[in-house]
């Protein structure tokens, strides 16, 4: 081998990254006993960064574009290395290459439900997926808080952490809101920006860009669905209360009166339910002036009279006819309001 041979081994004239390996974030320029020239070149093409790093210790960042590598350009690792304002001979530094491009597509979920905390449910245990995208946008934090001294640094390696970040924040943030749980399960697009703001803050600490985030699905235990697809039937129907909560509770009244009708005990068992003392006509007549009533007026307007026992029998008997009572519980019921109306 002669001399030339020799010395065009140990100097690197230009030092570049093709990325010709699918899904790294970050790689190390392989020097071995390499040394790199004052005036040699580095390339950076666009969608990288370069870092250099002297020690451990992170020195100048170089972002796209062609670079000459002097003392000028490299003032850091000058000022680290105490070199004078020339350097005549080749000197050897670490040299990393981040990938800044989006990493889109990426799929998140909750391998266990993670418990939530919810002001009308207390505890939920839910479970989640979805999609991702982010980028790499700080090299300097990337490569203290992740990916370190590696040779490669891959995106799956990258994922593992970020899910781990994504639950716990994900946990917190709805934890923390005050939106009902149910709600944001009812709009998946609410949730997501709900988790997304806060999630862009953990990110950031890792020099990380969260770029977009989305829920595609909600899995809530049964009893949680049941609650949920009572309410959003609830809204449907429409109508029923200007409060939507106390629409939902309306809602559930009224459904139970048909199903109690049919069961053993018919609407006794609802009065029982309701709490002691509520007799079956009250039920009745309360479900029927909250459903049947118009909307409320102005604050300024008297409420209305009381329904005449001849009204309630009516109604009772509409009831009875529309077969959302048996012929048992019309019976007791019309006893009872004619035993008040004769005396």
């Known amino acids: 081998m002669g001399i030339g041979s020799f010395i065009k081994k140990q100097f690197i004239d230009v030092l570049q990254w093709n990325e010709d390996t699918e899904g790294v974030l ?28 002297n020690e451990g210790q992170v020195a100048d960042v170089f972002g796209p574009g062609t670079h000459t590598l002097t003392t000028r350009t490299l003032p850091v690792l000058t000022n680290l290395k105490n070199w ?6 080749p000197f050897k530094s670490d040299v990393y290459f981040f990938s800044t491009r989006v990493q889109t597509g990426r799929k998140w979920g909750t391998a266990q439900p993670i418990t939530i905390r919810d002001k009308d449910f207390d505890m939920v245990r839910v479970r989640a997926f979805g999609m991702y995208s982010y980028r790499v946008t700080n090299a300097h934090a990337f490569f203290t808080e992740i990916s370190g001294t590696r040779e490669i640094y891959t995106r799956d390696e990258v994922e593992d952490q970020l899910r781990g970040i994504l639950m716990a924040t994900m946990a917190s943030s709805l934890g923390a809101s005050q939106v ?14 709900q988790v997304k703001g806060d999630l862009t803050t953990a990110f950031a600490r890792y020099g990380i860009a969260l770029d977009e985030f989305n829920v595609a699905s909600v899995s809530l235990p049964e009893e949680l669905q049941a609650a949920l697809d009572e309410r959003i039937s609830a809204g449907m129907k429409g109508g029923m209360s200007a409060d939507k909560m ?54 300024a307007a008297a409420a209305p009279a009381e329904d005449s026992i001849e009204a309630r029998l009516e ?29």
């Not at 959302?324 to 109306?341: C, F, G, N, Q, T």
């Open 180 to 193: 009902p749980f149910l709600d944001m399960a009812a709009n998946q697009a609410l949730m997501a920006q």
């Open 315 to 343: 109604k009772l008997k509409g009831l009875l006819d529309k077969g959302l009572i048996s012929a048992a519980d019309y019976d007791s019921s019309k006893a009872e309001l004619l035993k008040k109306l004769i005396g």
């Open 84 to 89: 004078d304002k020339l350097f005549d001979s």
């Open 26 to 53: 970050a790689w190390r320029y392989p020097m071995a006993d390499q040394e790199i020239q004052n005036g040699g070149q580095l390339v950076v093409r666009e969608s990288q960064v370069a870092v250099f790093v």
């Open 246 to 299: 106390a629409g939902f509770t309306k809602y559930q009244v009224a459904s139970a009166i048909p199903l109690a009708a049919g069961n053993e005990g018919g609407l006794a068992g609802i009065g029982a339910g309701l709490g002691a003392g509520m007799t079956v006509g009250q039920v009745i007549g309360q479900t029927l002036g909250s459903t049947l009533a118009p909307q409320a007026a102005a604050p």
